[in-house]
């Protein structure tokens, strides 16, 4: 199998499920990561099919605001706007 599990996908994307309270005792949590998830990526602007300079431009945008301790960790809905 060459796919990726969503466990491997989850720790490329630096993905953390984190408690946002409970309702009726049911544990509530929500998933936010430094890299968008697949289908997020899917979902956007910048997926036309290859990685083009725009996509260039932003990974390396993103990755110098993780360097400097700005970038924060979004939802995947975060992701999609």
Known sequence: DDGLTDQE???ICGVYD??????N???QTSRISWWPLPHAFRS????????SP????????RQAAIKRGT?????????KH
């Open 9 to 11: 996908i989850g720790l």
């Open 18 to 23: 984190v408690g946002t309270g409970a309702t």
């Open 25 to 27: 005792d049911d544990p």
């Open 44 to 51: 956007s602007g910048l997926n036309t099919g290859w990685w």
């Open 54 to 61: 725009d996509c260039e431009v932003w990974f390396q945008q």
């Open 71 to 79: 970038a924060k960790l979004l939802t995947q809905t975060e992701w």
